[in-house]
């Protein structure tokens, strides 16, 4: 997937933003998802039961992905 930026202003882009994850097919929309950064422990916990509620709550910050297109819209004058 490539993002050359040439649709910045086009406004046939005005459905809610989706995330898209590495394997190409499997999405979501952005403003139910977010990043997270763990600690050593959360990422342990995660390998071991492959599955994030087994991460405390301590041991991960949760980044919004709606905060970072917003974010990203407000330093490159965008409206996604």
Known sequence: ??????NQHDPSFNSPPYVVLGDGSTYDLADDASIAIL????QDHLTDAMDFEAV??????????SDLIAAYNQVHGTSF
């Open 56 to 65: 405390h709550d301590d041991d991960a910050v949760y980044i919004n992905l």
């Open 39 to 42: 600690t050593q422990t959360g």
């Open 1 to 6: 997937m490539e993002n050359n930026g040439n």
